[in-house]
Nanobody, 117 residues
């Protein structure tokens, strides 16, 4: 069973930066592809970024491409999301997820990111 705990969210002004972390335990982190997702109030959860199990391949939603960077440290069992040039529309609950068996079926509780204009 994989447990995921996000941290690093907060309130930031537009144009600012935040780095989110996702600490994994209870499994072999280096075996899992990982992803970040977000959900704004009244909206469906949407994909933000993903990274393969060794960190060699990444992909991003068009809305964050060039501003966000996903990375991982398998020695620390931790996933990161560096968010730069934040916009009010980035405001959401950000969650990390582990892909096991082809599906994102392990999720953290999320960390809130609020960007003020």
């Amino acid at each position: 069973q994989v447990q995921l705990v996000e941290s690093g969210g907060g309130l930031v002004q537009a144009g600012g930066s935040l780095r989110l972390s996702c600490a994994a335990s209870g499994g072999t982190f280096s075996n899992y592809h990982m992803g970040w997702f977000r959900q704004a109030p009244g909206k469906e959860r949407e994909f933000v970024a993903a990274i393969d199990y060794i960190g060699g391949l990444t992909n991003y939603a068009d809305s964050v491409k060039g501003r966000f960077t996903i990375s991982r440290d398998n020695a620390k069992n931790t996933l990161y999301l560096q968010m730069n040039s934040l916009k009010p529309e980035d405001t959401a609950l950000y969650s990390c997820a582990a892909k096991v068996g082809g599906l994102y079926n392990y999720w953290g509780q999320g960390t809130q990111v609020t960007v003020s204009s």
